[in-house]
C-alpha cells in the first residue's frame, strides 16, 4: 500500500509542482530585488503561486513598498495566517500573508518565519487595516505576538483559555473539558 | 455613602456622563446568529462598536488536519451554512490544485450552475433577513419561497438541503439526477417574476429608502483597507469580481455583468445583491444550455471513488476504493491559496500539505469574518436604530465567523 501511494505521489506531481527557481523569475520578484536584494530570501514558485520568505525585520517595509509601488499595487490583504510546523521544526511558526491587487488582480504570498521562542513579528495593521482581526485570530490559535498591535486581545476562543488552540502539541479535544463557571 | 460600601463594590462616580455602553446580542434577533457587539452611546448615537465573536468556535480548522482530505469536504458545509456549495467548491479546488487534477467540462458547468444556485438562495436568506430586521415582514416569506425551489434542486442533485457536500476532489458526488434540467428549466423561468416582486415590495419602499440610504458609509478606498470583498465592496463602487478577475471553473466562458452602485451605503449593497440575484440567473440559463454529456469525474483513479458498478466487476476499482477510503490519497508536498467569489465575499483556502493523506494546515479566510472586522468604521457615528440596518447589509453568517 505505501508502495501504492508514493507512485501515485509521484505520479500526480508531474506538471507544476517542482519549485523551479533556476528558471525566470515573478517579475513581482525581481521588481522586489531591484528594490533591495537583503529583502528577499527564498522565492518558491509553485502551483502558479509565487511565494517570497522575507527577513522580519524588514517586514513593514517590504510591505509598505508592496502597495505603494507602481505596478506593483498590493493594495489589498486578502489573508493573513499562521501555521505551525510541529514542535521540532525550528523555525516553528510561519505567518503568511496573501497579497492581492484591486487594480492588477494579481496575487504574492509573503511568509516570515519565527522561532519559538521568539515568536513576534511586526504588526502591519499600520498598512492594511485588515489585517487586524488576523492578527488577533493568528495570536489566539498560534501563539504569534504581532508587535505594535492596537489591540492583542483572544478574539475566537474565551480570554481566559489557556494554550494556543492550533498548534500542533495542543491535543484535538483539549487537555481537559471547558467550563464556564 | 460611597465609603460604607464594601471593598468588592466598585463605585464609578460620573454625574454627568451621558454615555452608555449596550450589550447588543449575542441573542439579539438582528444579529444573524451569536454576534454580540458592544456598543458605547451617546443618547441615541452609536460612539464606539466593538465586535464579540467566538460563540460558535468550533475548532473547525484545528478538525482538518485530523481528517483526510475527502473528509473535510462535510465540516466545510458547516462554515458558511448558507453558501454550502460555494464552501466545497473553495476547499475541493485547493486541493485539486494541490493535487494537479483537470476537471471534465461537464462537471465544471455543472459546478457554476450548482454555486449560481446556491448564490441566489443564499441572496434569498440575506434579503428576507434584511427587511425583517428593518421591519419589512412579507418579503421573507416570498423570499424563503424561492429559496425552498432552490433547495429542492439542490437536494435533488445531492441528498442534502442544507449540507450537500456535492462536489468532490476530482469532480462531482454524481451526476444530476433525470429531470433535473426540466425543474430548473421551471425556477429559471419563474424567477424573474419573483425578482419583480421583490423590487415592488422593496426598492420602491419610501421607508425601505429611508432606513438604508445615507446609512453606513464606507468609502472606497476603506473598502478596500479594510478588505471588504463582494457585494460590499462593489457597493463602495470598486470593480472588483473574482470571477471576472481571477476566473475559475470556466467562468469566463460566461457572459454576465458585475453590478456597481456608488453610493457606499446600506442601500447601494442592498441594490448590489438585488441586481446579483439577476446575473445569477443569466449565469444558471447559460449553464443549463452549455450542459453537454460527459463524464463528471476526472480520470484519477487513485483520487476518484470508482463508480459502483465498476467496483463489483474490476478488481482495481475495488482496490483504489479500499484505499482512498481506508487510507486517503496522498497529495503532492506544498501550499495553495485558492479564492472564489462566494455569495459574500473573497472565499479564500489556505491549504498546505505535507505529503500525507491529511493536509498539515487548513485556512479559511471567510468573507463575513472581514466584512464584520469593518463594522466599527461603518456604525460610529451613525443611530442604533441604523446598526441593525448595517448588519444586515454586510451580510455576516457567524458559522463561518467562528469557524
Not at chain 2, 178 to 187: H, I, L, P, S, Y
Amino acid at each position: 500500500m505505501a508502495e501504492n501511494n508514493q507512485a501515485q505521489g509521484a505520479e500526480t506531481q508531474g506538471l507544476s509542482t517542482t519549485p523551479n527557481n533556476s528558471a525566470t523569475p515573478s517579475p513581482l520578484v525581481t521588481a522586489l530585488q531591484q528594490q533591495n536584494a537583503e529583502w528577499v530570501g527564498e522565492v518558491i514558485e509553485a502551483f502558479g503561486e509565487v511565494t517570497v520568505v522575507v527577513p522580519r525585520a524588514q517586514l513593514t517595509a517590504i510591505c509598505s513598498y508592496l502597495k505603494s509601488a507602481p505596478g506593483l499595487e498590493f493594495n489589498f490583504l486578502s489573508d493573513l495566517c499562521g501555521a505551525d510546523r510541529g514542535p521540532e521544526e525550528e523555525p516553528r511558526f510561519e505567518v503568511n500573508y496573501h497579497l492581492f491587487s484591486t487594480t492588477k488582480h494579481h496575487r504574492l504570498r509573503l511568509k516570515v518565519l519565527l522561532n519559538e521562542e521568539d515568536a513576534h513579528v511586526e504588526t502591519v495593521t499600520g498598512i492594511w487595516r485588515t489585517a487586524n482581526w488576523h492578527e488577533r485570530e493568528t495570536y489566539d490559535l498560534l501563539g504569534v505576538i504581532f508587535d505594535g498591535h492596537p489591540d492583542l486581545r483572544r478574539i475566537l476562543l474565551p480570554d481566559d483559555w489557556q494554550g494556543h488552540a492550533l498548534r500542533k502539541d495542543f491535543p484535538l479535544r483539549g487537555y481537559e473539558p471547558y467550563s464556564l463557571t | 455613602m460611597v465609603a460604607n460600601l464594601p471593598p468588592q463594590f466598585e463605585v464609578v462616580d460620573r454625574p454627568l456622563d451621558t454615555q452608555m455602553t449596550l450589550s447588543m446580542g449575542p441573542q439579539h434577533p438582528s444579529t444573524h446568529g451569536v454576534l454580540r457587539l458592544e456598543l458605547v452611546l451617546d443618547g441615541e448615537m452609536v460612539v464606539k462598536a466593538t465586535p464579540d465573536i467566538g460563540y460558535l468556535h468550533t475548532g473547525m480548522e484545528k478538525l482538518f488536519e485530523y481528517k483526510k482530505y475527502q473528509q473535510g469536504i462535510v465540516i466545510t458545509d458547516r462554515m458558511d451554512y448558507l453558501n454550502p456549495l460555494g464552501n466545497n467548491l473553495a476547499y475541493v479546488m485547493a486541493a485539486e490544485k494541490l493535487l494537479g487534477l483537470e476537471i471534465p467540462e461537464r462537471a465544471q458547468v455543472i459546478r457554476v450552475l450548482m454555486c449560481e444556485l446556491q448564490r441566489i438562495a443564499s441572496h434569498m436568506v440575506w434579503l428576507g433577513t434584511h427587511a425583517l430586521d428593518i421591519g419589512a415582514m412579507t418579503v421573507f416569506f416570498y423570499c424563503f419561497r424561492e429559496r425552498e425551489k432552490i433547495l429542492n434542486l439542490i437536494e435533488a442533485a445531492s441528498g442534502g438541503r442544507l449540507t450537500p457536500s456535492y462536489f468532490r476532489i476530482g469532480g462531482l458526488m454524481m451526476d444530476i439526477p433525470a429531470g433535473f434540467e426540466r425543474r430548473c428549466k421551471q425556477f429559471t423561468n419563474d424567477f424573474p417574476a419573483a425578482v419583480k416582486e421583490f423590487h415592488t415590495l422593496l426598492s420602491g419602499n419610501k421607508i425601505f429608502q429611508k432606513r438604508t440610504q445615507g446609512v453606513g458609509y464606507i468609502s472606497a478606498e476603506d473598502a478596500i483597507d479594510w478588505g471588504l470583498s463582494g457585494p460590499c465592496l462593489r457597493g463602495s463602487g470598486v470593480n472588483l469580481d473574482l470571477r471576472r478577475a481571477n476566473p475559475y471553473t470556466g467562468y469566463e466562458k460566461y457572459d454576465f455583468d458585475i453590478p456597481l452602485e456608488e453610493s457606499c451605503d446600506v442601500w447601494a449593497r442592498y441594490m448590489v445583491r438585488m441586481r446579483e440575484l439577476t446575473e445569477s440567473h443569466k449565469i444558471v440559463v447559460q449553464a443549463l444550455q452549455r450542459l453537454q454529456p460527459g463524464p463528471v469525474k476526472a480520470d484519477a483513479p487513485k483520487v476518484v471513488l470508482p463508480e459502483r458498478e465498476a467496483m463489483k466487476t474490476h478488481m482495481d476499482a475495488l482496490i483504489h476504493h479500499f484505499l482512498i477510503v481506508a487510507e486517503g490519497f496522498n497529495v503532492p508536498e506544498g501550499e495553495v491559496y485558492h479564492a472564489i467569489e462566494a455569495s459574500k465575499g473573497e472565499l479564500g483556502v489556505y491549504m498546505k500539505s505535507n505529503g500525507g493523506p491529511k493536509p498539515d494546515r487548513v485556512h479559511f479566510r471567510g468573507p463575513s469574518f472581514v466584512n464584520l472586522s469593518a463594522l466599527p468604521q461603518m456604525t460610529e457615528g451613525e443611530m442604533i436604530a441604523d446598526v441593525v440596518a448595517i448588519i444586515g447589509s454586510l451580510d455576516i453568517v457567524l458559522g463561518e465567523i467562528d469557524r
